[in-house]
């Protein structure tokens, strides 16, 4: 639960998004677009928290100086039980954290589950790095932070 003064000196991506998410009854503070993420966290408005495995980042790509804890590991994703408590370690339970994973669903559950824990500003960042699956089951022309032309690397 956000104070009031949070409120008034929150970003207004920030204020429009937990609305929305209210509305739509999310069990996290909200949803931002990857452009709206982008820009949050390249002024130093929030957090970015990169939830995928290390095989993703190494091999697919990330976001220059983003955070990595991720929310499951190894190529059988298996959940990661210290979730939390390494996100808190990385980030402390007031800090406005942005999630992001492949496509955003990943990333919306490990949100909800931050939330649950007691964090109270935490984002979830819609169509992930590569976005959705196409029509010959391949990501990266569905959206995504990379098909939206955002910074990006790759070891």
Do not use: I
Not at 63 to 81: C, I, K
Not at 125 to 146: A, I, K, N, P, Y
């Amino acid at each position: 639960m956000t104070t009031a003064l949070e409120e008034r000196t929150e970003h207004p991506a920030l204020q429009v998004a937990r609305a929305l998410a209210g509305a739509a009854g999310l069990p996290f503070a909200g949803s931002l677009s990857p452009q709206q993420a982008w820009e949050l966290f390249s002024t130093g408005h929030a957090l970015l928290v990169d939830v995928r495995t290390l095989e993703e980042r190494t091999f697919v790509g990330h976001v220059p100086d983003s955070l990595h804890v991720p929310w499951a590991t190894g190529t059988s994703l298996t959940r990661n039980p210290r979730f939390v408590r390494e996100l808190e370690a990385r980030t402390g339970k007031d800090a406005v954290v942005l999630l992001l994973c492949r496509s955003g669903n990943r990333s919306a559950l490990a949100a909800e589950a931050a939330t649950k824990a007691g964090f109270t500003r935490v984002y979830n960042v819609q169509e992930g790095f590569e976005g959705d699956l196409d029509e010959q089951q391949r990501r990266g022309g569905l959206g995504g932070w990379r098909y939206r032309g955002l910074p990006w690397s790759q070891q």
